[in-house]
């Protein structure tokens, strides 16, 4: 049984995700509930929990004010918020787990089961990613949790070439010419990339637009991105494609 622990500032919430562990999740055990950064911070250094579900906000601060203050992290964690575009995107930035309230009762098992087979390690490296996300606003400083198979990837976003689509998987250029194979599809990753400078020109490419050299009109369309890597533009995207080009560099 994995020992767990409830961090919300509302009571019906905590009462709520206890019954759902309860009834859905039979390999948690809730050892605790706790309403505020301070009673969450007690209650993870009394009963050294193996997972933390944590509601964002709270009365008297944030759940990052609670890990803020817990050096080493020795257990995993599962954010839960309200839709708020800006936490969710530093989740996806870092490869976190999350719950949207109201939470889904089978979605919490998924993402507990996720977490807890998760080597620490690799957790402190996602939650040291999200709290430099959190922290910077300057966008050519942020950097992405990528995760494949046998490794896990904490790359800077300006260094990312474009993306390729490769049927459910999603293949990732670097300036370095490495590449990526991560099982995650190309939307998934412009939801991600959209906000950091990267345009989706066709149904199999996402584009970093910092790096492109040149546009060319022959043949429909393309890009040409730093490499001299020559990238087709679908006719559909051509026209906001220059357009962003227009506002970015007066094309």
Do not use: W
């Not at 990312?160 to 590449?179: A, G, P």
């Amino acid at each position: 049984m994995h020992r767990t622990i409830i961090i919300d500032d509302e009571a019906h919430q905590r009462l709520t995700i206890e019954k759902m562990v309860r009834n859905y999740c039979p390999t948690l055990k809730v050892v605790a509930k706790a309403e505020s950064v301070q009673s969450g911070l007690k209650a993870i250094i009394k009963h050294k929990p193996d997972l933390v579900l944590l509601d964002i906000e709270l009365a008297d601060g944030t759940g990052f004010d609670i890990l803020d203050q817990l050096h080493p992290i020795n257990f995993k964690v599962i954010f839960i918020t309200a839709f708020d575009q800006y936490a969710i995107k530093a989740f996806r930035f870092s490869a976190l787990d999350y719950l949207l309230k109201p939470v889904d009762p089978d979605e919490l098992c998924r993402a507990a089961t996720k977490a807890v087979e998760t080597i620490q390690h690799d957790f402190n490296l996602q939650i040291n990613n999200l709290r430099r996300f959190i922290k910077t606003d300057d966008k050519n400083h942020q950097k992405i949790i990528i995760k494949t198979y046998d490794n896990i990837h904490l790359v800077p976003v300006r260094d990312i070439l474009f993306c390729e689509s490769d049927n459910n998987y999603t293949r990732i250029h670097l300036l370095d010419h490495r590449q990526i194979m991560v099982s995650a599809t190309l939307k998934e990753y412009e939801d991600i990339l959209s906000e950091s400078g990267f345009f989706r020109i066709h149904k199999s490419y996402l584009i970093n637009m910092k790096r492109i050299i040149r546009f060319e009109r022959a043949e429909g369309g393309s890009v040409v991105l730093e490499g001299d890597i020559k990238i087709p533009v679908a006719s559909r995207k051509r026209e906001e494609l220059l357009e962003i080009l227009d506002q970015l560099t007066n094309f």
